[in-house]
């Protein structure tokens, strides 16, 4: 999350507001006829002392979409995952704002008027000829919604964060012996000598009953939890305010209908709501469903045999989940998979014999210091053979002997030498820049660490549900 606000504060402050000028009111107010004074408590996220209010998220979705254009607008409006990653990363960012002006006021940290008037004055959108204009200062302030305290405000937020991230900005010296130990990591060569023993070069004869079974009793086929699901839902249009007070009323009177007893299918059809039964599925097998989405399937693999939801408000409506059945995670019987179990159990006693030859290859080989039949190559980390070879050549020391298991096959491989790569100026000075980036992105997550155990984040569940409705 500060890695947004870090790339921001090295620059003129004002210039990260030329965004909110272009502040328009496209979603804006969506939740408020929806909580209006009913809620006492209107923050969606306390962040330490302070909090992110409805409003707050609200004016700030509308900046973020008042920049996308209206192909990238109207994804976020129709499209779940999109809609979904927009909320998240909006919040990311208006929590780490929170937390950075939490920092600032608990330092002692002060933004000035003069500070402000000057920020102002040097704003390029506010001048005419090179010269701050009063005139553009009210229009464009008054096209954006925003009175001159208004906008003081957010300046003076502004200044604040890049106050307590700006320093984060300030590249980490590497040492030239840490450029020349990762150069010579990254670029070194590996020369080796390496042999494949396939599975496939082996036969396996075909097993008898008795064997499979205990083969099966080893290696046992499990058939994962599934639940059998359905529900009713009352479908509205949940931006407009009347279909939604309809719909709410409708859905109650499901509730209670159901709370009396009814069947999820009698009381949707006594309220004319909609009843879909979702048959049986497991987590990661499920349905093709609108409804279940992953908080909604966390939900409902979280509930009792024969248990109702609570209504659930969602994106299209109002929602009562019912487990209808659970059957538990078991092993699967033995004839079901027994057709299965022929072919594994061949493919496990060819993978046996593969494994003995290698280790009498590699007996041989230690006792000779020569690997019969071996292939020669000079590897990188990421070419020159199979990548599981390339892994273990350059993970283990020069001299050395060893097996690696690939999907197919085993190798026996044998590292003759190591090749130091050639003095690049320029690779050396990419490395060193990127080495400095990653640790500045350290110093950064570890101070984003810190600000989150001084101020730490806590949910409004109850008022967050109803805006991030799933």
């Not at 005419?128 to 919604?145: E, P, T, V, Y």
């Not at 049986?280 to 024969?306: S, Y």
């Amino acid at each position: 999350m500060l890695e947004y606000l870090r790339n921001a504060a090295d620059k003129p402050v004002a210039k990260v507001l030329i965004g909110i000028l272009a502040f328009s009111f496209v979603g804006w107010g969506v939740a408020e006829w929806v909580f209006g004074g009913a809620v006492g408590d209107n923050a969606l996220v306390r962040v330490g002392p302070e909090k992110i209010t409805i409003g707050q998220y609200n004016q700030a979705r509308a900046q973020e979409l008042a920049k996308l254009s209206k192909e990238q607008q109207r994804a976020v409006y129709t499209d779940v995952a999109t809609g979904a990653e927009f909320s998240n990363k909006l919040m990311a960012r208006l929590t780490t704002e929170t937390m950075a002006e939490a920092r600032a006021k608990d330092l002692g940290f002060f933004v000035t008027n003069a500070r402000v008037a000057r920020e102002i004055r040097e704003f390029p959108e506010f001048q005419i000829n090179g010269q701050f204009s009063s005139f553009m200062f009210d229009n464009l302030l008054a096209n954006a919604g925003y009175t001159e305290a208004d906008f003081a405000n957010i300046l003076r937020s502004q200044v604040l964060r890049s106050m307590v991230l700006g320093g984060l900005n300030v590249a980490v010296p590497v040492p030239d012996f840490a450029v020349d130990a990762a150069y010579n990591a990254r670029y070194g060569l590996r020369e080796i000598e390496y042999v494949a023993v396939p599975y496939s070069d082996f036969k396996a004869d075909r097993p008898t009953d008795e064997q499979l079974r205990d083969f099966y009793a080893q290696n046992p086929h499990m058939i994962e939890e599934t639940r059998t699901v359905s529900y009713v839902m009352v479908p509205a249009e949940m931006g407009k305010p009347d279909a939604y007070d309809a719909a709410l009323a409708r859905a109650q009177k499901v509730e209670d209908d159901i709370i009396g007893g009814e069947s999820l299918a009698a009381a949707a059809k006594n309220h004319g709501a909609k009843y879909v039964s979702l048959g049986q599925f497991a987590r990661d097998n499920r349905p093709v469903d609108t409804v279940l989405t992953d908080k909604m399937v966390a939900k409902i693999f979280d509930m009792d045999e024969g248990m109702e939801s609570e209504l659930i408000e969602t994106a299209k409506g109002f929602i009562i989940v019912r487990v209808d059945k659970i059957v538990p995670r078991h092993n699967a019987e033995y004839d079901s998979v027994k057709g299965r179990l022929t072919s594994d159990w061949a493919r496990a006693q060819q993978r046996k014999q593969a494994y003995v030859r290698a280790n009498e290859m590699l007996t041989a080989a230690k006792g000779n210091d020569k690997l019969s039949g071996a292939k020669k190559a000079t590897v990188s980390r990421t070419s020159g053979a199979p990548l599981k070879v390339l892994m273990a050549a350059f993970g283990t020391n020069v001299g050395d002997t060893g097996i690696i298991e690939d999907d197919n096959a085993f190798y026996v491989m044998q590292v003759s030498r190591a090749i130091a790569p050639k003095a690049d100026a320029t690779k050396k000075a990419a490395l060193r820049k990127e080495m400095e980036n990653l640790s500045m992105r350290t110093v950064a997550d570890d101070y984003n660490s810190f600000l989150m155990r001084e101020y730490p984040i806590k949910v409004n569940q109850k008022v967050y549900d109803k805006v991030f409705a799933q």
